[in-house]
Nanobody
Framework: QVQLVSSGGGSVQAGGSLRLSCAAP????????MGWFRQAPGKEREGVAA???????SYGDSVKGRFTISKDNAKNTLYLQMNSLKPEDTAMYYC???????????????????WGQGTQVTVSS
């Protein structure tokens, strides 16, 4: 089974930046909904950002204006640029892929059926 492999997490101070990557050789990124989700200890997994087949995007309210999702179809790689990080952004971040053609990107977790292993992001104050 093809795996999604995420990387780029780490520890930063508040106000800093990180860039997450998610690679999946063998998967087609161009037509699918791709997303980033995060889960903090004791909390539900929440949608952070999603990108559709045409490059349209959707963001969670808490990250709008600070995070940017993008993808490189040729490299089958998904990215999440995170700027102005806050302590409340601390979580395990997961990339995910939904099957089928993506007309509208969504943060609804139920449509995503392939998940990466997660990468930890820790933001200190």
């Amino acid at each position: 089974q093809v795996q999604l492999v995420s990387s780029g997490g780490g520890s930063v101070q508040a106000g800093g930046s990180l860039r997450l990557s998610c690679a999946a050789p063998g998967y087609t990124y161009s037509s699918a909904c791709m997303g980033w989700f995060r889960q903090a200890p004791g909390k539900e997994r929440e949608g952070v950002a999603a990108i559709g087949s045409g490059g349209s995007t959707s963001y969670g309210d808490s990250v709008k204006g600070r995070f940017t999702i993008s993808k490189d179809n040729a490299k089958n790689t998904l990215y999440l640029q995170m700027n102005s990080l806050k302590p409340e952004d601390t979580a395990m971040y997961y990339c995910a892929r939904a099957g089928g053609y993506c007309y509208t990107p969504t943060l609804y977790r139920g449509i995503y059926n392939r998940w990466g292993q997660g990468t930890q992001v820790t933001v200190s104050s």
